[in-house]
């Protein structure tokens, strides 16, 4: 989601998912707030889950720009 800042126009639910992706990639950590509200609404074991889809697309991405693969074309991003 494109924005400027946090995003505040989903639910709260996403609200927060979109907080903590945000603040996993962009500080690398959670902060004590979110983290909190994440155990709260998810449990530890989601939470975790959580934590850790967010922290392999980060790897995945960084790992992938360092390294300069190129996107595949094909239906969906394909080249004007």
Do not use: K, W
Request: charged share 25%; net charge negative; aromatic share 4%.
């Amino acid at each position: 989601i494109a924005v400027d800042g946090a995003v505040t126009s989903l639910d709260p639910e996403g609200n927060l998912l979109c907080r903590a992706a945000d603040e996993i990639s962009r500080d690398v950590r959670l902060s004590d707030e979110a983290l909190a509200a994440l155990l709260e609404r998810h449990g530890v074991r989601q939470a975790t889950e959580l934590i850790l889809c967010v922290s392999y697309f980060n790897m995945l991405s960084r790992f992938l720009e360092s390294t300069r693969v190129e996107l595949e074309q094909g239906p969906g991003n394909a080249s004007a």
